[in-house]
């Protein structure tokens, strides 16, 4: 798709991603004012039971972690397309989270796009793994991520997360994970605490 923002696509003044076709779709830092349609956003998808709601007090103590894609008419002007957000989970792993395109947005390169920015976040900090909680398994695969077993194969850190998540009992989400290409893995990173490790995981 065309209108998707690479990795390496150079930042406007605002710190958003260039568009790049016809149909234009940006991507740039998230800020306090996105936060109610961010919310809004992912409670139409949660309502619907296609991904987990978020409170919109975590929204604002997290609207740094977010990027916010918009679509661009010829005028110039800018209409909301979609969210997603890169939270970094230990030295060597971090997760997109509250993935969601505005409805009516499908299809149209804006969840890729937000994807591809979230992974370029995890290059510039040299994170090396990108994991992802989804109910939507192609999508992300497309992305080139993996579907794994969530009983076997997760790290640590998720392991935790998971254990605070109020739908911990009978998770129905997928795990998928990428490994970065030209990333290293992290020299003498620490062990994840043994208290956020359940037992029997490693």
Same mark, same amino acid.
Request: aromatic share 8%; charged share 25%; with cysteine.
């Given at each position: 798709?065309?209108?998707?923002?690479?990795?390496?696509? !150079? @930042?406007?003044?605002?710190?958003?991603?260039?568009?790049?076709?016809?149909?234009?779709?940006?991507?740039?830092?998230?800020?306090? +004012?996105?936060?109610?349609?961010?919310?809004?956003?992912?409670?139409?998808?949660?309502?619907?039971?296609?991904?987990?709601?978020?409170?919109?007090?975590?929204?604002?103590?997290?609207?740094?972690?977010?990027?916010? +894609?918009?679509?661009?008419? +010829?005028?110039? =002007?800018?209409?909301?397309?979609?969210?997603?957000?890169?939270?970094?989970?230990?030295?060597?792993?971090?997760?997109? !989270?509250?993935?969601?395109?505005?409805?009516?947005?499908?299809? @149209?390169?804006?969840? !890729?796009?937000?994807? &591809?920015?979230?992974? &370029?976040?995890? @290059?510039?900090?040299?994170?090396?793994?990108?994991?992802?909680? =989804?109910?939507?398994?192609?999508?992300?695969? !497309?992305?080139?991520?993996?579907?794994?077993?969530? =009983?076997?194969?997760?790290?640590?850190?998720?392991?935790? &997360?998971?254990?605070?998540?109020?739908?911990?009992?009978?998770?129905? &989400?997928?795990?998928?994970?990428?490994?970065?290409?030209?990333?290293?893995?992290?020299?003498?990173?620490?062990?994840?605490?043994?208290?956020?490790?359940?037992?029997?995981?490693?």
């Amino acid at each position: 798709m065309t209108d998707l923002v690479g990795p390496d696509a !150079r @930042r406007a003044p605002d710190g958003s991603s260039p568009a790049s076709a016809p149909d234009d779709v940006r991507v740039r830092p998230a800020r306090p +004012a996105d936060v109610p349609r961010i919310y809004d956003t992912i409670a139409f998808w949660a309502n619907r039971g296609r991904m987990l709601v978020r409170p919109m007090p975590n929204l604002y103590e997290n609207v740094k972690d977010f990027f916010v +894609a918009e679509t661009v008419d +010829a005028g110039g =002007t800018a209409t909301f397309a979609g969210n997603a957000a890169l939270h970094v989970l230990w030295g060597d792993i971090a997760e997109i !989270r509250g993935l969601a395109v505005a409805d009516g947005v499908q299809a @149209r390169g804006v969840g !890729r796009a937000l994807v &591809e920015r979230c992974e &370029e976040e995890a @290059r510039a900090v040299g994170i090396p793994t990108v994991f992802a909680w =989804t109910y939507e398994v192609g999508f992300f695969e !497309r992305c080139g991520y993996r579907l794994i077993d969530k =009983t076997r194969d997760l790290h640590p850190r998720v392991w935790s &997360e998971c254990l605070r998540c109020p739908f911990f009992v009978g998770c129905n &989400e997928n795990g998928v994970v990428k490994r970065l290409d030209g990333v290293p893995e992290p020299v003498d990173l620490p062990e994840p605490p043994p208290t956020q490790v359940p037992p029997g995981i490693r």
